[in-house]
């Protein structure tokens, strides 16, 4: 059984740096062909896709996060991280890891990703 799990800071302050991590157990994040991805949902909106890390490495960015975004990953410890820079009030939302078989760039429902994490709230604040 897969599992997924986020980790970070739950508070972070205006024009900061967001960084989370998603740890994975149960698989490695190298395995063919899975996709790692970043989705967050803000308070009272839908879900929003921010970019995949990929098994072999190759990373996709929502084109209107693209420039305060960055995914890397850490294949020793089997994990990955997003990093958000800039942060506003906007970016206060619910950040999730999942994992897909396909590159996913509007999510629609959330069974198009076979495993989640579960979710930790991101706030920014001064």
């Known amino acids: 059984q897969v599992q997924l799990q986020e980790s970070g800071p739950g508070l972070v302050k205006p024009s900061q740096t967001l960084s989370l991590a998603c740890t994975v157990s149960?698989?490695?994040?190298?395995?063919?062909?899975?996709?790692w991805n970043w989705i967050r949902q803000p308070p009272g909106k839908g879900l929003e896709w921010m970019g995949a890390?990929?098994?072999?490495?190759?990373?996709y960015y929502n084109p209107s996060l693209k420039s305060r975004t960055s995914i890397s990953r850490d294949t020793s410890k089997n994990l990955f991280t997003l990093q958000l820079s800039s942060v506003t009030n906007e970016d206060t939302a619910v950040y999730y890891c999942?994992?897909?078989?396909?590159?996913?760039?509007?999510?629609?429902?959330?069974?198009?990703?076979?495993?989640w994490g579960q979710g930790t709230q991101v706030t920014v604040s001064s």
């Open positions: 890390i990929t098994y072999s490495g190759s990373i």
């Open positions: 149960g698989g490695s994040i190298t395995a063919d062909f899975y996709y």
């Open positions: 999942a994992r897909s078989e396909y590159l996913i760039a509007v999510v629609t429902t959330k069974d198009e990703f076979d495993y």
